[in-house]
Protein backbone atom coordinates (compact mmCIF):
# COMPACT_ATOMS: atom_id res chain seq x y z
CA UNK A 1 0.00 0.00 0.00
CA UNK A 2 1.43 3.53 -0.69
CA UNK A 3 0.73 5.90 1.49
CA UNK A 4 -2.12 8.92 1.41
CA UNK A 5 -0.12 11.46 1.81
CA UNK A 6 2.73 10.31 -0.76
CA UNK A 7 -0.29 9.76 -3.15
CA UNK A 8 -1.73 13.38 -2.34
CA UNK A 9 1.86 14.55 -2.74
CA UNK A 10 2.08 13.17 -6.17
CA UNK A 11 -1.11 14.71 -7.64
CA UNK A 12 -0.22 17.53 -6.17
CA UNK A 13 3.00 18.13 -8.20
CA UNK A 14 1.31 16.37 -11.29
CA UNK A 15 -0.93 18.44 -14.06
CA UNK A 16 -3.35 16.45 -15.28
CA UNK A 17 -3.89 18.42 -18.20
CA UNK A 18 0.08 18.03 -19.20
CA UNK A 19 -0.32 14.21 -18.77
CA UNK A 20 -3.30 13.49 -20.65
CA UNK A 21 -2.42 16.02 -23.15
CA UNK A 22 0.55 13.78 -24.11
CA UNK A 23 -2.47 11.09 -25.42
CA UNK A 24 -5.43 12.79 -26.07
CA UNK A 25 -5.06 16.45 -28.08
CA UNK A 26 -7.14 18.76 -25.36
CA UNK A 27 -8.61 22.23 -26.05
CA UNK A 28 -9.69 25.09 -23.44
CA UNK A 29 -13.14 24.96 -22.56
CA UNK A 30 -13.87 27.80 -20.09
CA UNK A 31 -12.19 26.82 -16.94
CA UNK A 32 -11.82 22.60 -18.27
CA UNK A 33 -9.93 21.21 -21.52
CA UNK A 34 -12.03 19.56 -24.06
CA UNK A 35 -11.53 16.41 -26.37
CA UNK A 36 -12.20 13.65 -28.62
CA UNK A 37 -12.75 10.40 -25.72
CA UNK A 38 -9.77 7.89 -25.89
CA UNK A 39 -12.05 5.28 -24.73
CA UNK A 40 -14.62 5.16 -27.31
CA UNK A 41 -15.28 6.40 -30.79
CA UNK A 42 -16.84 9.72 -30.93
CA UNK A 43 -17.03 12.26 -33.90
CA UNK A 44 -18.07 15.23 -31.29
CA UNK A 45 -15.85 15.80 -28.21
CA UNK A 46 -17.04 14.83 -24.87
CA UNK A 47 -14.19 14.29 -22.79
CA UNK A 48 -13.51 16.62 -20.59
CA UNK A 49 -10.30 17.63 -18.27
CA UNK A 50 -10.82 20.04 -15.61
CA UNK A 51 -7.61 20.84 -13.78
CA UNK A 52 -8.95 22.06 -10.70
CA UNK A 53 -10.41 19.28 -9.56
CA UNK A 54 -7.80 16.98 -10.92
CA UNK A 55 -9.98 14.80 -12.75
CA UNK A 56 -11.39 13.81 -16.50
CA UNK A 57 -14.54 12.12 -17.17
CA UNK A 58 -16.32 11.50 -20.75
CA UNK A 59 -19.91 12.51 -21.14
CA UNK A 60 -20.13 10.10 -24.06
CA UNK A 61 -19.35 6.64 -22.21
CA UNK A 62 -19.33 7.53 -18.66
CA UNK A 63 -15.46 6.91 -17.84
CA UNK A 64 -13.86 9.08 -14.98
CA UNK A 65 -10.89 9.27 -13.10
CA UNK A 66 -8.44 10.90 -11.49
CA UNK A 67 -4.40 11.00 -13.32
CA UNK A 68 -3.68 7.48 -11.72
CA UNK A 69 -7.39 6.18 -13.57
CA UNK A 70 -6.21 7.42 -16.57
CA UNK A 71 -3.15 6.14 -17.23
CA UNK A 72 -3.82 2.80 -15.55
CA UNK A 73 -7.15 2.26 -18.13
CA UNK A 74 -4.78 3.96 -20.86
CA UNK A 75 -2.06 2.14 -20.57
CA UNK A 76 -3.26 -0.73 -19.39
CA UNK A 77 -1.29 -0.95 -16.13
CA UNK A 78 -2.41 -1.10 -13.04
CA UNK A 79 -2.11 1.12 -9.87
CA UNK A 80 1.17 0.79 -8.32
CA UNK A 81 2.80 1.37 -12.05
CA UNK A 82 0.82 4.11 -12.64
CA UNK A 83 1.89 6.01 -9.35
CA UNK A 84 5.71 5.12 -9.76
CA UNK A 85 5.56 6.64 -13.23
CA UNK A 86 3.65 9.97 -11.96
CA UNK A 87 6.11 9.38 -8.91
CA UNK A 88 9.06 9.80 -11.19
CA UNK A 89 8.09 12.49 -13.15
CA UNK A 90 6.80 14.44 -10.27
CA UNK A 91 10.22 13.93 -8.16
CA UNK A 92 8.19 12.00 -5.62
CA UNK A 93 9.97 8.97 -3.76
CA UNK A 94 7.78 6.09 -3.23
CA UNK A 95 9.03 4.24 0.48
CA UNK A 96 8.46 0.87 -0.58
CA UNK A 97 10.60 -1.94 1.43
CA UNK A 98 11.50 -4.36 -0.87
CA UNK A 99 9.26 -7.30 0.92
CA UNK A 100 6.40 -5.22 0.48
CA UNK A 101 6.32 -5.26 -3.30
CA UNK A 102 3.63 -6.77 -4.62
CA UNK A 103 3.31 -10.65 -6.31
CA UNK A 104 1.94 -8.74 -9.32
CA UNK A 105 4.12 -6.07 -9.86
CA UNK A 106 7.63 -8.61 -9.19
CA UNK A 107 5.99 -10.54 -12.23
CA UNK A 108 5.75 -8.17 -14.70
CA UNK A 109 9.11 -6.64 -13.77
CA UNK A 110 10.61 -9.89 -13.93
CA UNK A 111 8.57 -10.48 -17.54
CA UNK A 112 9.97 -6.87 -18.77
CA UNK A 113 13.60 -7.91 -17.87
CA UNK A 114 13.63 -11.78 -18.88
CA UNK A 115 12.61 -9.98 -22.13
CA UNK A 116 15.82 -7.41 -22.02
CA UNK A 117 18.15 -10.68 -21.21
CA UNK A 118 17.03 -12.32 -24.65
CA UNK A 119 17.84 -9.56 -26.59
CA UNK A 120 21.27 -9.41 -24.68
CA UNK A 121 21.78 -12.21 -25.57
CA UNK A 122 20.30 -12.53 -29.39
CA UNK A 123 22.55 -9.34 -30.37
CA UNK A 124 25.78 -10.82 -28.44
CA UNK A 125 25.08 -14.17 -30.55
CA UNK A 126 24.74 -12.21 -33.86
CA UNK A 127 28.24 -10.30 -33.69
CA UNK A 128 29.95 -13.41 -33.37
CA UNK A 129 27.69 -15.25 -36.25
CA UNK A 130 29.48 -14.62 -39.71
CA UNK A 131 26.34 -16.43 -41.55
CA UNK A 132 23.81 -14.55 -40.05
CA UNK A 133 26.07 -10.88 -40.18
CA UNK A 134 26.81 -11.98 -43.79
CA UNK A 135 22.81 -12.20 -44.40
CA UNK A 136 21.83 -8.91 -42.90
CA UNK A 137 24.12 -7.32 -44.31
CA UNK A 138 23.42 -8.70 -48.02
CA UNK A 139 19.80 -6.86 -47.06
CA UNK A 140 21.88 -3.54 -46.19
CA UNK A 141 21.47 -3.66 -42.60
CA UNK A 142 24.18 -1.41 -41.12
CA UNK A 143 26.36 -2.56 -38.04
CA UNK A 144 25.02 0.97 -36.55
CA UNK A 145 21.34 -0.16 -37.61
CA UNK A 146 21.75 -3.57 -35.91
CA UNK A 147 23.47 -1.77 -32.54
CA UNK A 148 20.28 0.76 -32.61
CA UNK A 149 17.60 -1.71 -33.09
CA UNK A 150 19.56 -4.44 -31.29
CA UNK A 151 18.61 -6.89 -33.91
CA UNK A 152 20.33 -10.52 -32.63
CA UNK A 153 20.19 -13.78 -33.60
CA UNK A 154 18.60 -17.13 -32.07
CA UNK A 155 21.15 -19.88 -32.28
CA UNK A 156 19.81 -23.16 -33.71
CA UNK A 157 19.77 -25.19 -30.57
CA UNK A 158 16.74 -26.11 -28.46
CA UNK A 159 18.60 -24.62 -25.11
CA UNK A 160 20.53 -21.60 -25.81
CA UNK A 161 18.54 -18.89 -24.37
CA UNK A 162 17.39 -21.33 -21.66
CA UNK A 163 20.54 -21.58 -20.70
CA UNK A 164 21.31 -18.40 -20.13
CA UNK A 165 17.74 -17.73 -18.51
CA UNK A 166 18.21 -20.56 -15.91
CA UNK A 167 21.66 -19.27 -15.09
CA UNK A 168 19.81 -15.71 -14.31
CA UNK A 169 17.64 -17.82 -11.58
CA UNK A 170 14.27 -16.84 -13.50
CA UNK A 171 11.50 -19.17 -11.81
CA UNK A 172 10.08 -21.57 -14.30
CA UNK A 173 6.83 -19.75 -14.34
CA UNK A 174 8.34 -16.27 -15.80
CA UNK A 175 10.25 -18.55 -18.14
CA UNK A 176 6.77 -20.12 -19.21
CA UNK A 177 4.50 -16.98 -19.58
CA UNK A 178 7.42 -14.84 -21.23
CA UNK A 179 6.98 -16.41 -24.74
CA UNK A 180 10.26 -17.21 -25.41
CA UNK A 181 9.95 -20.81 -24.47
CA UNK A 182 7.65 -23.68 -25.43
CA UNK A 183 6.88 -25.92 -22.96
CA UNK A 184 6.32 -29.81 -23.53
CA UNK A 185 4.09 -32.22 -22.24
CA UNK A 186 6.56 -33.67 -19.91
CA UNK A 187 7.15 -30.10 -18.51
CA UNK A 188 10.35 -29.51 -20.15
CA UNK A 189 10.98 -25.89 -21.43
CA UNK A 190 12.55 -25.27 -24.81
CA UNK A 191 13.64 -22.00 -27.21
CA UNK A 192 10.63 -21.10 -29.08
CA UNK A 193 13.27 -18.90 -31.79
CA UNK A 194 16.08 -20.95 -33.15
CA UNK A 195 17.89 -20.02 -35.96
CA UNK A 196 16.10 -16.96 -36.70
CA UNK A 197 17.20 -13.16 -36.89
CA UNK A 198 15.46 -11.58 -33.83
CA UNK A 199 13.79 -8.22 -34.04
CA UNK A 200 13.43 -7.39 -30.69
CA UNK A 201 9.29 -5.13 -30.12
CA UNK A 202 9.88 -2.26 -27.47
CA UNK A 203 7.07 -0.39 -26.11
CA UNK A 204 6.85 3.42 -25.99
CA UNK A 205 9.01 3.23 -22.74
CA UNK A 206 11.55 1.20 -24.56
CA UNK A 207 10.76 -2.06 -23.05
CA UNK A 208 11.63 -4.97 -24.96
CA UNK A 209 7.86 -6.80 -24.67
CA UNK A 210 8.56 -9.08 -27.25
CA UNK A 211 10.42 -10.64 -30.93
CA UNK A 212 9.86 -10.79 -34.15
CA UNK A 213 11.56 -13.52 -35.90
CA UNK A 214 12.83 -14.09 -39.42
CA UNK A 215 14.43 -17.52 -40.52
CA UNK A 216 17.41 -18.16 -41.83
CA UNK A 217 16.61 -21.66 -42.99
CA UNK A 218 16.18 -22.57 -46.49
CA UNK A 219 13.24 -24.86 -45.80
CA UNK A 220 10.08 -24.15 -47.86
CA UNK A 221 7.86 -25.97 -44.27
CA UNK A 222 9.53 -22.78 -41.53
CA UNK A 223 7.29 -20.10 -41.70
CA UNK A 224 9.09 -17.33 -42.81
CA UNK A 225 7.96 -14.73 -40.15
CA UNK A 226 7.37 -15.79 -36.37
CA UNK A 227 6.33 -13.15 -33.51
CA UNK A 228 6.14 -13.97 -29.74
CA UNK A 229 3.10 -15.06 -28.95
CA UNK A 230 0.59 -13.06 -26.79
CA UNK A 231 1.93 -12.33 -23.14
CA UNK A 232 0.69 -10.42 -20.06
CA UNK A 233 2.78 -7.95 -21.30
CA UNK A 234 2.64 -8.68 -25.18
CA UNK A 235 -0.50 -7.93 -27.18
CA UNK A 236 0.05 -8.21 -30.73
CA UNK A 237 -2.08 -5.24 -32.25
CA UNK A 238 -1.14 -2.70 -29.04
CA UNK A 239 2.49 -2.06 -30.26
CA UNK A 240 3.86 -0.07 -33.33
CA UNK A 241 7.79 -1.12 -34.02
CA UNK A 242 9.92 1.97 -33.82
CA UNK A 243 8.11 4.25 -32.03
CA UNK A 244 9.91 4.45 -29.46
CA UNK A 245 12.55 5.79 -31.15
CA UNK A 246 10.90 7.89 -33.26
CA UNK A 247 7.81 9.49 -31.13
CA UNK A 248 9.29 12.84 -30.45
CA UNK A 249 10.24 13.30 -34.41
CA UNK A 250 6.77 12.25 -35.08
CA UNK A 251 5.34 14.84 -32.88
CA UNK A 252 7.76 17.62 -33.86
CA UNK A 253 6.40 17.07 -37.81
CA UNK A 254 3.22 16.32 -36.61
CA UNK A 255 2.75 13.40 -38.82
CA UNK A 256 3.30 9.33 -39.21
CA UNK A 257 4.50 7.33 -41.72
CA UNK A 258 3.41 3.97 -41.40
CA UNK A 259 4.71 0.74 -42.88
CA UNK A 260 4.55 -3.29 -42.37
CA UNK A 261 7.71 -4.78 -42.04
CA UNK A 262 10.92 -4.25 -39.20
CA UNK A 263 13.20 -4.17 -42.64
CA UNK A 264 10.23 -1.44 -44.05
CA UNK A 265 10.48 0.72 -40.74
CA UNK A 266 14.64 0.23 -40.36
CA UNK A 267 15.81 1.11 -43.82
CA UNK A 268 13.90 4.28 -44.58
CA UNK A 269 15.10 5.12 -40.76
CA UNK A 270 18.11 4.77 -41.04
CA UNK A 271 18.11 6.76 -44.11
CA UNK A 272 16.84 9.63 -42.36
CA UNK A 273 13.40 9.08 -42.80
CA UNK A 274 12.71 9.31 -38.81
CA UNK A 275 9.11 9.92 -38.65
CA UNK A 276 8.30 6.12 -39.48
CA UNK A 277 6.79 3.21 -37.42
CA UNK A 278 5.84 -0.44 -38.49
CA UNK A 279 2.25 -2.01 -37.89
CA UNK A 280 4.26 -5.52 -37.58
CA UNK A 281 1.97 -6.85 -40.93
CA UNK A 282 -1.49 -6.13 -39.31
CA UNK A 283 -4.29 -3.97 -40.54
CA UNK A 284 -4.06 -0.47 -38.13
CA UNK A 285 -6.12 -1.42 -35.16
CA UNK A 286 -7.83 0.76 -32.43
CA UNK A 287 -5.41 0.60 -29.94
CA UNK A 288 -2.19 1.19 -32.47
CA UNK A 289 -4.49 4.65 -33.66
CA UNK A 290 -4.90 5.56 -30.15
CA UNK A 291 -1.42 5.38 -29.87
CA UNK A 292 -0.24 7.26 -32.72
CA UNK A 293 -3.10 9.69 -31.89
CA UNK A 294 -0.64 10.75 -29.22
CA UNK A 295 1.43 12.72 -31.53
CA UNK A 296 -0.08 13.03 -34.41
CA UNK A 297 -3.60 12.79 -36.02
CA UNK A 298 -1.40 13.29 -39.73
CA UNK A 299 -0.46 9.84 -41.27
CA UNK A 300 0.84 8.47 -44.65
CA UNK A 301 0.32 4.96 -44.99
CA UNK A 302 3.20 3.06 -47.38
CA UNK A 303 2.20 -0.55 -49.39
CA UNK A 304 3.41 -2.51 -51.61
CA UNK A 305 1.00 -2.79 -54.56
CA UNK A 306 -0.09 -6.23 -53.80
CA UNK A 307 -1.74 -4.96 -50.43
CA UNK A 308 -4.50 -3.10 -52.27
CA UNK A 309 -6.52 -5.96 -52.65
CA UNK A 310 -6.81 -6.86 -49.07
CA UNK A 311 -9.90 -5.36 -47.48
CA UNK A 312 -8.69 -5.88 -44.31
CA UNK A 313 -6.30 -3.20 -44.74
CA UNK A 314 -9.14 -0.80 -46.10
CA UNK A 315 -10.58 -1.42 -42.90
CA UNK A 316 -7.58 -0.73 -40.80
CA UNK A 317 -7.02 2.90 -42.81
CA UNK A 318 -10.71 3.82 -42.41
CA UNK A 319 -10.21 3.38 -38.47
CA UNK A 320 -6.91 6.21 -38.80
CA UNK A 321 -9.29 7.78 -40.92
CA UNK A 322 -12.44 8.53 -39.01
CA UNK A 323 -10.56 10.46 -36.46
CA UNK A 324 -6.98 12.22 -38.50
CA UNK A 325 -7.44 15.24 -40.34
CA UNK A 326 -5.11 14.47 -42.78
CA UNK A 327 -4.55 10.57 -43.81
CA UNK A 328 -3.00 9.62 -47.44
CA UNK A 329 -1.53 6.83 -49.19
CA UNK A 330 1.17 6.35 -51.04
CA UNK A 331 1.55 3.38 -53.14
CA UNK A 332 4.95 1.82 -54.22
CA UNK A 333 5.60 0.10 -57.79
CA UNK A 334 4.78 -3.52 -58.26
CA UNK A 335 7.56 -5.39 -56.66
CA UNK A 336 9.10 -3.10 -54.15
CA UNK A 337 7.89 -2.93 -50.12
CA UNK A 338 9.39 0.14 -48.37
CA UNK A 339 13.08 -1.50 -47.61
CA UNK A 340 13.55 -2.31 -51.19
CA UNK A 341 12.77 0.67 -52.76
CA UNK A 342 14.75 2.77 -50.19
CA UNK A 343 17.82 0.50 -51.04
CA UNK A 344 17.23 0.90 -54.94
CA UNK A 345 16.14 4.23 -55.64
CA UNK A 346 17.22 6.28 -52.23
CA UNK A 347 15.85 8.06 -49.21
CA UNK A 348 14.86 11.27 -51.32
CA UNK A 349 12.73 9.19 -53.92
CA UNK A 350 10.70 8.16 -50.89
CA UNK A 351 10.50 11.46 -49.64
CA UNK A 352 8.81 12.74 -53.39
CA UNK A 353 7.08 9.34 -53.06
CA UNK A 354 5.34 10.79 -49.59
CA UNK A 355 5.51 14.41 -50.69
CA UNK A 356 2.74 12.69 -53.58
CA UNK A 357 0.81 10.58 -51.30
CA UNK A 358 -3.35 10.42 -52.45
CA UNK A 359 -5.91 11.62 -49.74
CA UNK A 360 -7.24 8.25 -48.70
CA UNK A 361 -10.84 9.35 -50.22
CA UNK A 362 -8.85 9.05 -53.98
CA UNK A 363 -7.24 5.82 -52.79
CA UNK A 364 -9.89 4.25 -51.78
CA UNK A 365 -12.00 5.49 -55.04
CA UNK A 366 -8.86 3.76 -56.71
CA UNK A 367 -9.50 0.58 -54.68
CA UNK A 368 -13.04 0.47 -55.38
CA UNK A 369 -12.72 0.83 -59.39
CA UNK A 370 -10.30 -1.62 -59.03
CA UNK A 371 -12.32 -4.42 -57.65
CA UNK A 372 -15.14 -3.58 -59.20
CA UNK A 373 -17.12 -3.07 -62.43
CA UNK A 374 -18.99 0.43 -62.21
CA UNK A 375 -21.10 -0.51 -65.95
CA UNK A 376 -22.69 -3.50 -63.59
CA UNK A 377 -25.31 -1.99 -60.98
CA UNK A 378 -24.85 -4.91 -58.91
CA UNK A 379 -20.76 -4.00 -58.48
CA UNK A 380 -21.92 -0.20 -58.60
CA UNK A 381 -23.88 -0.52 -55.43
CA UNK A 382 -20.73 -2.50 -53.86
CA UNK A 383 -18.56 0.50 -55.03
CA UNK A 384 -20.74 2.86 -53.11
CA UNK A 385 -21.31 0.87 -50.16
CA UNK A 386 -17.52 0.72 -50.09
CA UNK A 387 -17.35 4.69 -49.93
CA UNK A 388 -19.62 5.38 -48.36
CA UNK A 389 -19.24 3.45 -44.96
CA UNK A 390 -15.61 5.17 -44.83
CA UNK A 391 -16.73 8.71 -45.39
CA UNK A 392 -19.93 7.81 -42.40
CA UNK A 393 -17.05 7.87 -40.56
CA UNK A 394 -15.64 11.45 -41.58
CA UNK A 395 -15.99 13.55 -38.46
CA UNK A 396 -16.29 17.03 -40.71
CA UNK A 397 -20.02 17.92 -42.43
CA UNK A 398 -18.02 20.29 -45.26
CA UNK A 399 -15.21 16.80 -45.86
CA UNK A 400 -18.26 14.82 -46.14
CA UNK A 401 -20.55 16.74 -48.39
CA UNK A 402 -17.50 17.50 -50.72
CA UNK A 403 -16.32 13.70 -50.96
CA UNK A 404 -20.13 12.88 -51.89
CA UNK A 405 -20.26 15.35 -54.49
CA UNK A 406 -16.59 13.80 -55.88
CA UNK A 407 -18.31 10.48 -55.63
CA UNK A 408 -21.65 11.22 -57.42
CA UNK A 409 -19.80 12.70 -60.30
CA UNK A 410 -17.47 10.00 -60.79
CA UNK A 411 -20.37 6.91 -60.79
CA UNK A 412 -22.76 9.22 -62.34
CA UNK A 413 -25.32 8.60 -59.20
CA UNK A 414 -27.13 12.01 -58.19
CA UNK A 415 -26.25 13.58 -54.71
CA UNK A 416 -29.57 13.06 -53.21
CA UNK A 417 -29.55 9.38 -53.28
CA UNK A 418 -25.75 9.04 -52.26
CA UNK A 419 -26.99 11.46 -49.08
CA UNK A 420 -29.86 8.74 -48.74
CA UNK A 421 -27.75 5.73 -48.40
CA UNK A 422 -25.21 7.56 -46.04
CA UNK A 423 -27.51 8.73 -43.95
CA UNK A 424 -28.97 4.77 -43.65
CA UNK A 425 -25.12 4.16 -42.58
CA UNK A 426 -25.01 7.14 -40.08
CA UNK A 427 -28.42 6.09 -38.92
CA UNK A 428 -27.30 2.88 -37.69
CA UNK A 429 -24.13 4.27 -36.12
CA UNK A 430 -26.18 6.43 -34.13
CA UNK A 431 -28.27 4.12 -33.30
CA UNK A 432 -25.80 1.85 -31.90
CA UNK A 433 -23.64 4.42 -29.81
CA UNK A 434 -26.59 5.78 -28.43
CA UNK A 435 -28.21 2.66 -27.20
CA UNK A 436 -24.35 1.84 -25.29
CA UNK A 437 -23.95 5.18 -23.89
CA UNK A 438 -27.90 5.82 -23.10
CA UNK A 439 -28.53 2.24 -21.46
CA UNK A 440 -26.20 3.15 -18.03
CA UNK A 441 -27.37 6.71 -17.86
CA UNK A 442 -31.36 6.42 -17.74
CA UNK A 443 -32.08 6.98 -14.06
CA UNK A 444 -35.42 7.82 -12.42
CA UNK A 445 -36.63 11.08 -10.33
CA UNK A 446 -35.13 10.10 -7.25
CA UNK A 447 -31.92 9.14 -8.33
CA UNK A 448 -31.40 11.92 -10.31
CA UNK A 449 -32.31 13.90 -7.47
CA UNK A 450 -29.56 11.83 -5.05
CA UNK A 451 -27.31 13.29 -7.98
CA UNK A 452 -27.89 16.39 -7.71
CA UNK A 453 -27.65 16.61 -3.72
CA UNK A 454 -24.17 14.99 -4.36
CA UNK A 455 -23.25 17.54 -6.65
CA UNK A 456 -23.87 20.23 -4.40
CA UNK A 457 -21.84 18.33 -1.37
CA UNK A 458 -19.01 18.42 -3.96
CA UNK A 459 -18.97 22.09 -5.20
CA UNK A 460 -18.94 23.62 -1.40
CA UNK A 461 -18.11 22.24 1.95
CA UNK A 462 -21.08 24.36 3.82
CA UNK A 463 -23.36 22.17 1.36
CA UNK A 464 -22.19 19.19 2.95
CA UNK A 465 -22.10 19.98 6.34
CA UNK A 466 -26.21 20.56 5.97
CA UNK A 467 -26.35 17.20 4.39
CA UNK A 468 -24.94 15.41 6.76
CA UNK A 469 -27.02 17.02 9.61
CA UNK A 470 -30.42 15.90 7.53
CA UNK A 471 -29.34 13.10 5.37
CA UNK A 472 -28.26 9.59 6.76
CA UNK A 473 -27.17 7.29 4.29
CA UNK A 474 -29.57 4.77 4.55
CA UNK A 475 -31.49 7.75 2.85
CA UNK A 476 -29.96 7.27 -0.21
CA UNK A 477 -31.30 4.35 -2.92
CA UNK A 478 -28.69 4.67 -5.18
CA UNK A 479 -25.79 2.40 -3.83
CA UNK A 480 -22.92 4.13 -6.14
CA UNK A 481 -24.47 7.81 -4.49
CA UNK A 482 -24.07 6.14 -1.26
CA UNK A 483 -20.80 5.22 -1.77
CA UNK A 484 -19.43 8.63 -2.55
CA UNK A 485 -21.97 10.42 -0.04
CA UNK A 486 -19.94 8.03 2.69
CA UNK A 487 -16.49 9.03 1.49
CA UNK A 488 -17.26 12.91 1.84
CA UNK A 489 -19.15 12.28 5.44
CA UNK A 490 -15.57 10.60 6.37
CA UNK A 491 -13.51 13.44 5.21
CA UNK A 492 -15.37 15.84 6.62
CA UNK A 493 -15.23 13.95 10.50
CA UNK A 494 -11.56 14.29 9.55
CA UNK A 495 -11.39 17.71 9.08
CA UNK A 496 -10.31 17.08 5.34
CA UNK A 497 -11.57 19.44 2.23
CA UNK A 498 -13.61 17.62 -0.35
CA UNK A 499 -10.85 16.87 -3.29
CA UNK A 500 -12.12 14.48 -5.87
CA UNK A 501 -9.08 13.47 -7.44
CA UNK A 502 -8.39 12.38 -3.81
CA UNK A 503 -11.76 10.51 -2.73
CA UNK A 504 -11.39 8.42 -6.21
CA UNK A 505 -8.15 6.69 -4.25
CA UNK A 506 -10.84 5.55 -1.47
CA UNK A 507 -13.94 4.49 -3.64
CA UNK A 508 -13.85 0.95 -4.46
CA UNK A 509 -16.39 0.69 -7.47
CA UNK A 510 -16.28 1.72 -10.92
CA UNK A 511 -19.45 2.83 -11.04
CA UNK A 512 -19.00 5.04 -7.74
CA UNK A 513 -15.97 6.77 -9.60
CA UNK A 514 -17.74 7.52 -12.80
CA UNK A 515 -20.81 9.00 -10.91
CA UNK A 516 -18.16 11.41 -8.64
CA UNK A 517 -16.00 12.45 -11.78
CA UNK A 518 -19.63 13.11 -13.94
CA UNK A 519 -20.57 15.35 -10.92
CA UNK A 520 -17.21 17.33 -10.17
CA UNK A 521 -17.01 17.63 -13.94
CA UNK A 522 -18.94 20.54 -13.47
CA UNK A 523 -22.47 19.52 -15.41
CA UNK A 524 -24.82 19.95 -12.77
CA UNK A 525 -26.86 22.78 -11.10
CA UNK A 526 -24.58 23.56 -8.58
CA UNK A 527 -22.11 25.08 -10.90
CA UNK A 528 -25.02 26.97 -12.56
CA UNK A 529 -24.74 30.44 -11.72
CA UNK A 530 -27.85 31.75 -13.43
CA UNK A 531 -30.41 29.46 -10.78
CA UNK A 532 -31.13 30.29 -7.38
CA UNK A 533 -28.82 27.43 -5.85
CA UNK A 534 -29.98 27.66 -2.53
CA UNK A 535 -33.53 26.66 -3.56
CA UNK A 536 -32.68 23.64 -5.72
CA UNK A 537 -30.05 22.65 -2.58
CA UNK A 538 -33.18 22.80 -0.13
CA UNK A 539 -35.26 20.88 -2.78
CA UNK A 540 -33.23 18.31 -3.15
CA UNK A 541 -32.94 17.78 0.68
CA UNK A 542 -36.87 18.23 1.44
CA UNK A 543 -37.15 15.77 -1.58
CA UNK A 544 -35.24 12.90 -0.21
CA UNK A 545 -36.16 13.49 3.04
CA UNK A 546 -40.09 13.10 1.83
CA UNK A 547 -38.94 9.73 -0.17
CA UNK A 548 -37.25 8.30 2.88
CA UNK A 549 -40.56 9.27 5.30
CA UNK A 550 -42.99 7.78 2.45
CA UNK A 551 -40.85 4.40 2.87
CA UNK A 552 -41.13 4.68 5.94
CA UNK A 553 -44.57 5.08 6.43
CA UNK A 554 -44.78 2.05 3.73
CA UNK A 555 -43.18 0.03 6.26
CA UNK A 556 -45.13 1.21 9.49
CA UNK A 557 -48.40 0.29 7.76
CA UNK A 558 -47.02 -3.02 6.97
CA UNK A 559 -46.14 -3.85 10.53
CA UNK A 560 -49.79 -1.88 11.84
CA UNK A 561 -51.26 -4.61 9.90
CA UNK A 562 -49.13 -7.77 11.28
CA UNK A 563 -49.71 -6.02 14.90
CA UNK A 564 -53.60 -5.80 14.12
CA UNK A 565 -53.43 -9.94 13.32
CA UNK A 566 -51.30 -10.80 16.21
CA UNK A 567 -53.46 -8.72 18.09
CA UNK A 568 -50.66 -7.07 19.64
CA UNK A 569 -52.62 -3.81 21.06
CA UNK A 570 -49.25 -2.25 23.15
CA UNK A 571 -47.05 -2.80 19.49
CA UNK A 572 -49.94 -1.43 17.27
CA UNK A 573 -50.48 2.10 19.90
CA UNK A 574 -46.42 2.45 19.40
CA UNK A 575 -46.60 1.67 15.54
CA UNK A 576 -49.16 4.46 15.33
CA UNK A 577 -48.01 6.87 17.31
CA UNK A 578 -44.86 6.90 14.89
CA UNK A 579 -46.98 7.00 12.51
CA UNK A 580 -48.33 9.65 12.92
CA UNK A 581 -45.35 11.17 13.73
CA UNK A 582 -43.83 10.89 10.25
CA UNK A 583 -46.86 12.07 8.97
CA UNK A 584 -46.41 15.62 11.02
CA UNK A 585 -43.04 15.65 9.29
CA UNK A 586 -44.41 14.76 5.74
CA UNK A 587 -46.86 17.89 6.21
CA UNK A 588 -44.28 20.16 7.64
CA UNK A 589 -41.77 19.57 4.22
CA UNK A 590 -44.79 19.81 1.98
Partial sequence: MIPEEILDQIQDRTDIVEVISGYVPLKRAGRSYKGLCPFHHEKTPSFIVNPDKGIFHCFGCGVGGNVFSFLMKYENIDFPEAANLLAEKAGVTIPRPEHQESGRESFYAELFRINQKAADFFHATLLKNTVALAYLEQRGVTRQAMSTFQVGYAPSGWEGLLRVATSQGFQKKVLAASG?????????????????????????????????????????????????????????????????????????????????????????????????????????????????????RNAVLIFDSDKAGQLAT????????????????????????????????????????????????????????????????????????????????????????????????????????????????????????????????????????????????????????ETKKRIVLDDIRSAHTREVLECCYKAYECGEAISPQRLINRLSNDGARRLLTELASGEYVADDETVDRERVFLDCLAALERSSLERRMKGLQHDIKLAQVNHDEEGMERLLLEFQRAVKQLRHLK
Fill in 314 to 465: IRGIEILWSTAPDVRVAMLPKGYDPDSFVRTYGADRMRELIADAKDFFDFLVQFAFEQYNPRQPAHLTKICDLILSAVAKVDNAILQNVYIKKLSSLVDVEEHALRQEIGKITAVQRKETQEGVSAGRRMNAENQTEKMLLSFVLSDARYLE
Fill in 180 to 296: LFIEKEDGRLLDRFRNRIMFPIRDIRNRVVGFGARTLSTDKNVPKYINSPETPIYTKGKVLYGLDLTKEDIRGADTVIVVEGYLDMITPFMNGIKTIVASLGTALTEDQVKLMGRFT
